[in-house]
């Protein structure tokens, strides 16, 4: 599946549904991701995939977003039309990469602050992934 997605965690809200408007004319496919979804691996979500046994560790709530199959032009339209339509920016972004397709969301949150905190501290982030 080659279609441009965005993964939504904890946006299952109004600003959720601002957001999920937001990316109607963009092309841009949207999925909320459940709780009990965050012990798949990211391309198993994208996949559609559902799990066998609902995840039942304790759920982060901050809100999140992960953009899958999105190239620079299409990226750069979905955050400008962010400041355009004044929403104010979700903290935690990330871009599918080949190394964390394997992870589940869980681990992808916890890497997401671990770079944000570095960042803050102005060591900056010390993985390959993109965010």
């Keep these: 599946m080659n279609l441009p997605l965005v993964l939504l965690y904890n946006l299952n809200n109004p600003r959720g549904a601002r957001l999920r408007k937001l990316c109607l004319p963009l092309g841009l496919k949207t999925r909320l991701v ?13 996949e559609g995939g559902t799990p066998d046994t609902p995840w039942s560790g304790e ?19 979905f955050l400008q039309s962010f400041r355009r339509n004044k929403l104010p920016p979700v903290a935690l972004k990330a871009v599918l990469t080949p190394t964390n397709r394997q992870w589940d ?9 671990r770079e944000r905190e570095a960042i803050g501290q102005g060591q900056g982030a010390h993985t390959d992934q993109q965010t």
């Design 59 to 77: 759920p982060f709530s901050d809100e999140m977003l992960v953009l899958v199959n999105c190239p620079s032009p299409l990226m750069d339209r």
């Design 105 to 113: 969301s869980v681990a992808l949150h916890a890497e997401l602050l």
């Design 34 to 46: 459940a709780p009990e979804e965050y012990g798949l691996p990211l391309g198993v979500l994208v």
